[in-house]
């Protein structure tokens, strides 16, 4: 499942907590997210746009295992409020206005503004259209660091060799197949990144 939640920066400072953490624990709302969901941020005023890709890792976080946030809440008795929360991790981040409220209207995919929360079964054009550009995203940020470690002159010329062999599809399917398992082989669960390899299997 994929969804939209909004952020309102009067409230919290969503952009300070990812800022200091990987994660942020989300006030669930009386909405169902559910470990393994995706939840696109919508940040308000004044960037009005959708910035952030995280995915749900704990679908009701104990009350002590929160994180402590405080500092990031403008009415800091917020954060003792005894609400259920969802831990959502951050996957990736987009900094410019192709998800912005202004983009979004002018492609008809929404009709005045973002509010509350949106389930992509209610809104297939929209979610379709957020998941190319985070996956657009993805590509250039793998092909430019691939260029950045080519250009390094302090390789030798067989490892360059070996990452002009690279292809930008392959980075991306193994980034695609990390996340899907979280980081994890689906099998015995090692989680140690630099052994795991994505391997051509159907996702």
């Given at each position: 499942?994929e969804?939209i939640?909004?952020?309102?920066?009067k409230?919290?400072?969503?952009?300070g907590?990812?800022?200091a953490?990987?994660?942020?624990?989300?006030?669930k709302?009386?909405?169902e997210?559910?470990?393994?969901?995706i939840?696109?941020?919508?940040v308000?005023k004044?960037f009005s746009?959708i910035?952030y890709?995280t995915v749900?890792?704990?679908s009701?976080v104990?009350?002590?295992?929160r994180i402590?946030?405080?500092?990031?809440?403008?009415n800091p008795d917020?954060?003792?409020?005894?609400k259920?929360r969802?831990r959502?991790?951050?996957e990736?981040k987009?900094g410019?206005d192709?998800?912005?409220?202004?983009?979004?209207?002018?492609?008809?995919?929404i009709?005045?503004?973002?509010?509350g929360?949106?389930?992509?079964?209610n809104y297939?054009?929209?979610?379709?259209?957020?998941?190319?550009c985070?996956d657009e995203q993805?590509?250039q940020?793998?092909?430019?660091?691939?260029?950045?470690l080519y250009?390094?002159n302090n390789?030798?010329?067989?490892?360059?060799?070996?990452?002009?062999?690279?292809?930008?599809?392959?980075e991306?399917?193994?980034?695609?197949?990390?996340?899907?398992?979280?980081s994890?082989y689906a099998?015995?669960?090692?989680?140690s990144?630099?052994?795991?390899?994505?391997?051509?299997i159907?996702?």
């Amino acid at each position: 499942m994929e969804w939209i939640r909004t952020a309102n920066l009067k409230k919290y400072d969503v952009i300070g907590t990812f800022k200091a953490f990987a994660y942020l624990d989300w006030v669930k709302s009386g909405f169902e997210i559910a470990e393994g969901d995706i939840v696109y941020i919508y940040v308000g005023k004044p960037f009005s746009r959708i910035m952030y890709k995280t995915v749900c890792t704990c679908s009701q976080v104990d009350e002590d295992k929160r994180i402590f946030d405080q500092k990031f809440w403008d009415n800091p008795d917020e954060f003792n409020v005894k609400k259920d929360r969802v831990r959502l991790r951050l996957e990736s981040k987009i900094g410019s206005d192709m998800l912005s409220i202004e983009a979004l209207r002018q492609k008809h995919l929404i009709k005045t503004t973002i509010q509350g929360a949106y389930k992509a079964a209610n809104y297939p054009e929209l979610f379709s259209y957020i998941r190319q550009c985070f996956d657009e995203q993805d590509k250039q940020e793998i092909s430019a660091y691939l260029s950045l470690l080519y250009e390094n002159n302090n390789l030798r010329e067989t490892e360059k060799s070996i990452l002009a062999k690279a292809r930008v599809d392959q980075e991306y399917f193994k980034k695609k197949l990390l996340h899907k398992y979280g980081s994890q082989y689906a099998i015995c669960g090692l989680d140690s990144k630099p052994l795991l390899v994505g391997s051509h299997i159907k996702l």
